[in-house]
């Protein structure tokens, strides 16, 4: 892994996914604008760095990688100076995002992406890849199916940088896609139970990137994601969507952030080690009622993120045994780059395939595949 150039290494997932690449034999080089940050971090690992902004010459600064790995949020701000550069230089990007608009702008730059020669690979973190490669093995099973809907359940606190991107988008809406467009609807706009494992739960939709991402793998026209949450959250998120107007003013949300980056850091050692998230997934066709559903268990979504991201690209890099011509050029998703078995090659991840193909919602035979 010695040609890749990790960004904004030093934020609480960057240094995971430092370490893990490490700890693999790697000796990825490490660059953010905290030089200070950098040294401490690169002297630690023992590997090189490299200190600029992306408001310079990026592209001088990343020529000399096969590929960035950009783990500096919010991705909205900083993902599209990262994929110039790389566009002009012929570097492979790909990065842990899961704001939903970063998909929806790299997926319009597919074409210069493939003149490039440029693998556009972003999400590569528990956002997406659970959720990408489940509705990639749903797709595989109806391949008619016209509705997809999503179930997110995930346990432990956020990281800095996530708390920081959620703050950012405080008071945007929530987005689903119906018929092949997306549309703007309000937070938490609707509601369903979903059964997770341990009984059915309390959802509301979210704004989940595989409104955009898995459009991209399955081709599925309507898709919907639900996130569980407490049977009183939507009450507080309809008063949420209603302040909009108050925080979406950058005076409040330099305020949050403030709050934000003096009392969060992220998951710790034993968190990381322990807790768990499910995904839960289902197509159907809806001429014919043919339908599947699945689940998906994995461990803390930043230990997921760390041994996806770092897997990703060592896929990408050719480093694994797979040839980098196996990998898709112009933009891609997990599944549809790497396909959808790559979450079972995770550790601590599982599959459990609840309802197969037919026209019945009642469960058949379970079958249970993991890593191990």
Known sequence: MDSLLVYGSYGYTGRLIAREAVSRGGTPVLAGRDERALTRQATDLGVEKRVFDLEGDVAANIEAFDAVLNCAGPFV???????????????DYLDITGEFQVFERLRHRDEAAKNAGVTLLP????????????AAFLHERVPSASTLTLGVKGNGPLSRGTARTFVDQLGTSGVVRRNDRLLEVPLAFDTRE?????????????????????????????IEVYAAVPSVAPHGMAAVDSLGWLLERRPVKDALERVVDATV?????????????????????????????????????YALTTTAAVSAATRLLGESGET????????????????????????????????APNTSNEPEATALESDD
């Open 77 to 91: 701000k900083t993902a599209e100076p990262l994929v110039d550069a790389c566009l002009e230089t012929g570097t």
């Open 123 to 134: 999400g590569v973190g528990f956002e997406v890849v659970p959720s990408d490669c489940l």
């Open 194 to 222: 979903v059964d997770f494992g341990d009984g059915p739960e309390h959802t509301v939709t979210v704004p989940w990137p595989d409104v955009v991402t898995a459009a991209h793998s399955t081709g599925i026209p309507s």
């Open 265 to 301: 850091d992220g998951p710790s050692e034993r968190e990381l080690a322990t807790d768990t998230a499910t995904v839960w997934g289902q197509v159907i066709d809806e001429a014919t009622g043919e339908r599947a559903s699945a689940r998906v268990r994995t461990p803390n979504p």
């Open 324 to 355: 980098r011509d196996r990998v898709p050029r112009g933009f891609q998703t997990p599944a549809s780059a790497l396909g959808s078995e790559f979450l079972l090659a995770l550790p601590g991840t599982e599959r459990e395939l609840l309802t």
